[in-house]
């Protein structure tokens, strides 16, 4: 924990920009390097009826560390997401998913 899924941005580009997007966050969310999940979720996006492009975005399921870390960390994602693809102006949407430690289990017991 954190986990991080991406979507509407290539395998490739997540799989480059995971160690260097793990070393940025990890002050941020003080916490171990291996406690980190990052997912690559294929997606197809839809409107009107016909297949359309979609900017990138990334869900972050964490422990809830303050309105301050939050904002360093989507921060940080949006910087790696356009540095990656090479576009500084490129949107890119982070949304946020707190859990409830008492809610969440590794190996049958809960934080």
């Known amino acids: 924990m954190p986990h991080l899924r991406f979507r509407a941005i290539a395998f490739d580009t997540v799989k480059h920009l995971s160690t260097a997007l793990v070393d940025d ?18 997606a197809s996006f839809i409107f009107d009826g016909e297949v359309s492009d979609a900017y990138p975005f990334v869900e972050v399921f964490w422990f809830d ?17 356009r540095t990656a693809v090479a576009d500084n102006n490129q949107d890119v949407a982070v949304i946020f998913t707190a859990l409830t430690p ?6 049958g017991q809960h934080y």
């Open 102 to 107: 008492s809610a969440y289990y590794d190996n």
């Open 65 to 81: 560390r303050g309105q301050e870390a939050q904002d360093r960390v989507a921060a940080v994602i949006t910087a790696a997401i």
């Open 25 to 42: 966050l990890q002050p941020l969310m003080k916490c171990h390097r291996e406690d980190f999940t990052l997912e690559h979720i294929p």
